[in-house]
């Protein structure tokens, strides 16, 4: 073990003097974005894509003006509605920030491309977030050291590059700060794309000697041990040669044979007993072992938020597991970073663009979003139903986070089982029966439907026919 752990050690340390991250942001940018396209770890893509989905929950914005909350709503639901191809409403675009943030430049930046004036409120109608890689930035004659507003930005680096007006876009850096010129792309400020490249390496080398190794030796033994022994017969150097040049010509006759030939001669040999055949593939434990992989791929997911903790289970025993904390905080984020430097910045512009409706624009917002499920636990959703037992949450909390279902489809369909009578239909057999105690019927069982009250009608036409019958057999 101590000599593999060696042999280890002295790979990694010879792998690590040849990985090399580029240095400006353009450079990092490209090769997180070759990383993801053949993410051979397995682990980059999947939980940065993991992160993504996520993080696209739902967004609203709540006002103290009835009106204008719904043409708000409205306006997210119907985000980039004219464009062809591009899906509308607010979560397509979040998805697009998620991105942006975990999986390429992270430096989103929302450029609203047209706003629309519908006749009671103007508001962005086409915006989307720009390739972080296509941004470029320029010193200002007034910038200064730590200046936050010493550099102007924009789409292209050639003459003809588009300037990203401030009032058209909302520039972001979630990783840096303010005065960064360049924000740092996530997957390289955690460390992800150094252990990555030690990975990719590792796999590198693996093919080569493969490729090397694959045309195997093939050995051939002529003779055995008691024959010479016993001195009968061995063979001279020039008879192996003989054999060797003779195997040689069946090897190259058999590879040069075109099987699409009709008439196909397959070489033949004919030999003695004393001939042995084999082909030896050397020993590759060594540079496949696993854990040439577990450093860097154990770098990796820390560096996407799942700390390895190590817990003493007794005094001779300890156990390793992973601590996702980091990981869910770096999602709850994001979606914070969205809900406060997108949507916020977007609902103060509309209101800035919509002066003359001082109805709606002296109301006070506030942006909100949807519980992320992928991170509730069964203890979370019981710990939810006690709160909403104890009065202290809402039921569309309580609907969204323990059901997991849209609480506008629940809505609806209570209606919709209230009008069919169903809630009678279906309401649970009363088992006990306590005298001065009423049942918990359902409110509309007074007033049923009015298929329910022919059935009802009918029932008791039936028990009347049956008491008078019984009566008439007694009389």
Not at 359 to 373: A, G, H, L, N
Request: charged letters at 30%.
């Amino acid at each position: 073990m101590a000599d593999n752990g060696y042999f280890i050690n002295y790979v990694l340390s010879m792998l690590l003097k040849k990985i090399i991250v580029p240095g400006d942001y353009h450079g990092q940018v490209k090769v997180v974005k070759e990383m993801l396209v053949d993410d051979m770890t397995g682990l980059v893509d999947c939980l940065t894509d993991f992160a993504v989905t996520n993080a696209t929950v739902d967004y609203n914005v709540e006002t103290d003006n009835s009106e204008f909350t719904l043409k708000l709503k409205n306006w997210l639901e119907n985000i980039n509605a004219n464009y062809g191809t591009v899906p509308r409403g607010i979560r397509a675009l979040a998805k697009e920030y998620f991105k942006e943030r975990w999986k390429s430049s992270s430096f989103p930046v929302l450029k609203v491309k047209e706003w629309v004036d519908t006749g009671s409120i103007i508001i962005p109608s086409k915006m989307f977030f720009v390739d972080g890689e296509s941004i470029y930035a320029k010193d200002t004659d007034d910038s200064q050291i730590n200046s936050i507003n010493g550099y102007e930005y924009y789409l292209g680096q050639e003459q003809n590059a588009e300037k990203l007006d401030t009032k058209k876009c909302i520039l972001t850096k979630p990783f840096g700060r303010w005065f960064d010129e360049y924000a740092t792309p996530y997957l390289i400020k955690r460390g992800i794309y150094h252990n990555y490249q030690i990975i990719k390496s590792l796999k590198d080398k693996q093919t080569t000697i493969l490729d090397q190794v694959i045309p195997y030796l093939l050995l051939i033994k002529k003779g055995t041990e008691g024959l010479a022994t016993n001195n009968i017969k061995t063979y001279s150097d020039e008879e192996l040669k003989a054999v060797i040049q003779q195997f040689q010509e069946l090897m190259d006759t058999l590879k040069s044979t075109d099987l699409t030939e009709k008439q196909i001669k397959s070489p033949i040999r004919a030999t003695q007993f004393d001939e042995d055949i084999k082909h030896l593939i050397p020993d590759l434990s060594t540079i496949f072992n696993r854990d040439l992989f577990t450093v860097a791929e154990k770098n990796i997911i820390a560096g996407l938020g799942f700390i390895d903790v190590v817990e003493a289970v007794s005094t001779s025993r300890r156990e390793s597991i992973l601590n996702p904390k980091a990981f869910m905080e770096e999602v709850r984020n994001g979606v914070e970073d969205f809900k406060n430097d997108i949507l916020h910045e977007l609902i103060a512009r509309i209101k800035e663009k919509n002066t003359a409706h001082p109805k709606y624009m002296k109301s006070d917002f506030y942006v909100t979003s949807s519980p992320i499920k992928g991170f509730m636990t069964d203890d979370f959703k019981e710990l939810i139903r006690s709160l909403y037992d104890r009065g202290r949450i809402s039921s569309q909390t309580a609907v969204e986070i323990i059901g997991e279902v849209d609480f506008k489809t629940e809505i609806y369909r209570r209606e919709k089982e209230a009008k069919e009578g169903i809630d009678i239909i279906m309401y649970p057999p009363v088992k006990e029966n306590r005298e001065g105690q009423g049942a918990d019927l359902p409110q509309d069982l007074g007033n049923p439907p009015k298929k329910m009250k022919m059935k009802f009608q009918k029932i008791k036409k039936e028990l009347k026919l049956i008491i008078m019958i019984w009566l008439w057999e007694k009389l």
